[in-house]
């Protein structure tokens, strides 16, 4: 499975696409801190993304899964789900964020740091 990479810039279209490639082949999933505005793109699982970001100084409460489909375009490319939404505490008892608000958040964050759907 492929590595994660912590992301605060535009991550290059070459390692997106590696990254997919290594891992689920049609997606990469990713943790998002929406108040730091970064991304951990890549890896098995979510919770791992996580506990890179919390190693980095994020807080539990602002981070976030997601999954990202290259070439799916901007409507299609954002499922928001992922075991580590589960919190009931932040009113989010699914996998699946909720709250359309969040939502925004992190589809501005990861259209600035991994793309828009494209290729």
């Not at 997919?20 to 890896?43: H, P, S, W, Y």
Request: glycine share 10%; proline share 2%; aromatic share 6%.
């Amino acid at each position: 499975m492929s590595d994660i990479k912590l992301l605060t810039a535009k991550i290059d279209k070459n390692e997106l696409k590696r990254l997919a490639l290594e891992g689920f082949k049609d997606m990469v999933k990713f943790t998002v801190d929406v108040k730091q505005r970064r991304i951990a793109i890549g890896g098995e699982l979510h919770a791992d993304g996580e506990q890179l970001l919390l190693e980095n100084g994020s807080e539990q409460k602002d981070i976030w899964g997601a999954n990202y489909y290259p070439g799916k375009g901007e409507s299609g490319c954002l499922e928001y789900t992922s075991l580590i939404n589960i919190r009931p505490s932040q009113g989010n008892s699914s996998m699946e964020i909720v709250s359309e608000d969040l939502k925004e958040k992190i589809k501005e964050i990861a259209f600035a740091l991994i793309g828009r759907g494209e290729d």
